[in-house]
């Protein structure tokens, strides 16, 4: 079983709507979370971590839920320019673990 | 301020051949790593480096070797490239390794290609 895991997508959506997607992880004891975006043949950045709580980065959001070991990510009134890969990734002690990523397409 | 560099941009070798991808980076950062990425697949840690004069295995280290020069350079060698070594290699590094999450920065990668 990978330690990420993530639906590949692609998810195809106009301009302005809405999109989310999850990822679940293995290790119950990971201690933390991040979206990483990887623009084609780039290299990752990272998007923004994933806090217990929930958090917002403007049109973006991220949950945790450590009971089900899964993260999301929402993003609203989406872009074009939002047309990328997700990574999913998980902090387990000294190294990160990525998931394979989650493509987003946004249309005109 | 350059970042995370890493040369070559594309490679393609033979199988049998070795080679030497580089990369550095001018932050100061006590980790580095390197990462191959695989279609449909996560980037899977080769090696790392917590501190300058250290390296460990991650988590598919075979066929590779690596080097911290110094604090600011962490190359890694195909010793004898294989066919399966065919993959985009990523250099990252960090402030911190350890237990401790900082932030990775990634260079741009190197397409290696082994026929």
């Known amino acids: 079983r990978k330690e990420v895991e993530q639906d590949p997508g692609p998810f195809n959506v106009p301009e302005g709507a809405t999109v989310a997607f999850n990822c679940t992880y293995s290790n119950s004891a990971s201690q933390s979370f991040f979206w990483y975006r990887q623009d084609c043949r780039k290299e990752p950045k990272l998007l923004m971590s994933v806090y217990s709580s929930g958090n917002e980065d403007g049109r973006f959001t991220a949950q945790l839920n450590r009971a089900s070991q899964y993260i999301s990510l929402l993003i609203r009134d989406s872009k074009l320019s939002d047309s990328a890969t997700y990574l999913c990734v998980v902090n387990d002690d000294y190294k990160l673990s990525f998931g394979a990523g989650t493509t987003v397409t946004v249309r005109a | 301020n350059a970042g995370v560099t890493q040369t070559p941009k594309f490679q393609v070798l033979k199988t049998g051949q070795s080679m030497t991808l580089q990369c550095a980076q001018d932050?100061?950062?006590?980790?580095m790593y390197w990462y191959r990425q695989d279609p449909g697949m996560g980037l899977r840690l080769i090696y790392y480096?917590?501190?300058?004069?250290?390296?460990d295995k991650g988590e598919v280290p075979n066929g590779y070797n690596v080097s911290r020069l110094n604090k600011r350079e962490f190359s890694l060698r195909l010793e004898s490239a294989a066919p399966s070594q065919t993959s985009v290699y990523f250099c990252a590094s960090s402030e911190l390794g350890g237990g401790d999450y900082n932030e990775q920065f990634f260079g741009p990668g190197t397409r290696l290609t082994v026929l």
């Open positions: 480096s917590a501190s300058e004069g250290t390296t």
């Open positions: 932050m100061n950062h006590n980790s």
